[in-house]
């Protein structure tokens, strides 16, 4: 007999946290997943990220699948099964952790998110009726669902922000956040200005205090593999500037507007890069 789920609210405070070594993940990969990228990583990638230091699975599912079977069948030794979907790119480890904690500190057999569950290992195993406590106030974006390039679209926009918005806290000046774009796994050192327009790609690595002039490209993909990209210290990149990697710029290093640098510049140093002008009559 399939079984039956109804949800119920408790709204109370969290106190109690949670071992990750006492947790397993299930993910469950719907068949209508859009798994595009997203800020440099696919929306399962991004997942992978949340979850990253639980024992976990991940498991294909089909519509008309029945999840409390699954997951039954899933369980493992751990005193919680937490079940994630996969086509949730901006679930965080806060929501995890804090949906974990809420069913710790209540002593809650079953636990519902937006999207997803927390269940007591010994209690999913033998339940048929299943009554979880859904948890508040958890934020709504964290389980917004990729199942088309217009969700994809929507969840870039709040990718774009909370990674622009880590930086800037991070003590990075971003002239222009809402125009520039930056992948999840670019470093920035304190300090440094990026103008508007500026993309940063990759697995790029920028030092302190650098200035990266308006519409500056960092390219690291080349259509098969991403390259990485190094800046030194205190570098100045010209408006309107490509970086080809694999590439390192070292310390106290001008790029003038313009250019596409391709071979590594070395500490100290002035690299430009033009094709010579030609003017012909009409």
């Known amino acids: 007999m399939e079984a039956k789920i109804e949800a119920q609210v408790v709204p109370k405070t969290v106190v109690v946290g949670v071992d990750a070594r006492d947790v397993f993940v299930l993910v469950l990969v719907p068949g209508s997943l859009v798994d595009a990228e997203i800020c440099g990583r696919t929306s399962t990638e991004w997942v992978d990220s949340a979850i990253a230091g639980f024992t976990h699975r991940k498991q294909q599912i089909q519509k008309n699948d029945d999840i409390m079977t699954i997951v039954k069948n899933s369980v493992i030794d751990k005193k919680y099964c937490l079940v994630v979907y996969a086509d949730t790119p901006l679930l965080t480890r806060e929501s995890i952790d804090q949906t974990l904690s809420f069913a710790a500190t209540y002593d809650f057999k079953a636990v519902q998110m937006p999207r997803g569950w927390v269940f007591e290992t010994e209690h999913i195993k033998k339940a048929t009726n299943i009554e979880p406590m859904k948890i508040p106030n958890l934020p709504d974006e964290d389980f917004i669902v990729a199942y088309n390039y217009s969700q994809v679209a929507l969840i870039g926009t709040y990718a774009r922000e909370r990674i622009n918005s880590a930086h800037m806290a991070a003590g990075v000046n971003l002239a222009d956040p809402y125009s520039t774009y930056i992948d999840a796994d670019v470093k920035i050192g304190k300090g440094t200005r990026v103008g ?11 030092g302190k205090n650098c200035r990266i002039g308006c519409g500056v490209v960092f390219e690291s993909f080349d259509g098969a593999d991403k390259h990485p990209i190094t800046l030194g210290n ?39 890069s033009r094709a010579r002008q030609a003017v012909k009559e009409i």
Do not use: C, R, W
């Not at 508007?196 to 920028?206: F, R, Y």
């Open 196 to 206: 508007p327009g500026v993309v940063l790609t990759g697995e790029s690595v920028i």
């Open 234 to 272: 205190d570098v100045f990149l010209g408006a309107k500037s490509v970086l080809v990697g694999p590439l390192m710029v070292g310390d106290k290093t001008h790029i003038a507007a313009g250019s596409t640098i391709y071979q590594d510049v070395p500490a100290n140093s002035y690299a430009m």
